[in-house]
């Protein structure tokens, strides 16, 4: 059985930091390119990050360049998304999603809250 | 950024009737490779995402044969050929031709 288990959200202060791991079982994780997409209470969805099979290429929406890295450990089935510099707006359930052609995969998500 | 615009945004059906959702891409999703990079996706209340329909036609695994996904370039239909109960939700449209991969703002479904 497929599973993505995100970890790590929580309250943060702005200009705070946090760390969200996911971890997966059940698939290819080392075969497939991993993303972060977020979601904002009532809202739509948004791309964050994304990182090809062994990290040599990462991709970032320009809202959070400079402040969220993705990062991945292929030997733990494990993806990581360290967010510093945390804003209001980056308050969102972040999903783990997985890409194993044909499949793509998602995690139930974490929630990030960004408040003072 | 390319900007997806889905059409309608609310979509009250009744049970047994077909639904289709629009669309559209501020440029054109085809890739330099040929392919034209386009999923749909479904959210069910309370749930995570689920890919519905990969590569513009192509059904995902599990997907039930009521579903199914259109067009070309700028423009691409998601339809379902009879609603059920268990179709409620929002859906979404997604292109990943260049970075950052965007989403359409979504179509909530629901039972009229």
């Known amino acids: 059985e497929v599973q993505l288990v995100e970890s790590g959200g929580g309250l943060a202060q702005p200009g705070g930091s946090l760390r969200l791991s996911c971890a997966a079982s059940?698939?290819?994780?080392?075969?497939?390119?991993m993303s972060w997409v977020r979601q904002t209470p009532g809202e739509g969805l948004e791309w964050v990050a994304h990182?090809?099979?062994?990290?040599?290429?990462?991709y970032y929406v320009g809202s959070v360049k400079g402040r969220l890295t993705i990062s991945r450990d292929n030997a733990q089935n494990a993806l990581y998304l360290q967010m510093n510099s945390l804003r209001i707006d980056d308050t969102a359930v972040y999903f783990c999603?997985?890409?194993?052609?044909?499949?793509?995969?998602w995690g139930r998500g974490t929630l990030v809250t960004v408040s003072s | 950024d390319i900007v997806m615009t889905q059409s309608p945004l609310s979509l009250p059906v009744t049970l047994g009737q077909p639904a289709s959702i629009s669309c559209r891409s501020s440029q054109s999703l085809v890739y330099s490779d040929g392919r034209t990079c386009l999923h749909w996706f479904q959210q069910r209340p309370g749930q995570s995402p689920r890919r519905l329909i990969n590569d513009v036609s192509n059904r995902d695994s599990g997907v039930p044969d009521r579903f199914s996904g259109s067009g070309s370039g700028t423009d691409f239909t998601l339809k379902i050929s009879s609603v059920e109960a268990e179709d409620v939700g929002i859906y979404y449209c997604m292109q990943y031709t260049s970075w950052p991969h965007t989403f359409g703002q979504g179509t909530k479904l629901e039972i009229k």
């Open positions: 059940g698939f290819s994780f080392s075969g497939s390119w």
């Open positions: 990182m090809n099979y062994d990290g040599s290429e990462k």
């Open positions: 999603v997985a890409w194993s052609p044909p499949h793509s995969h």
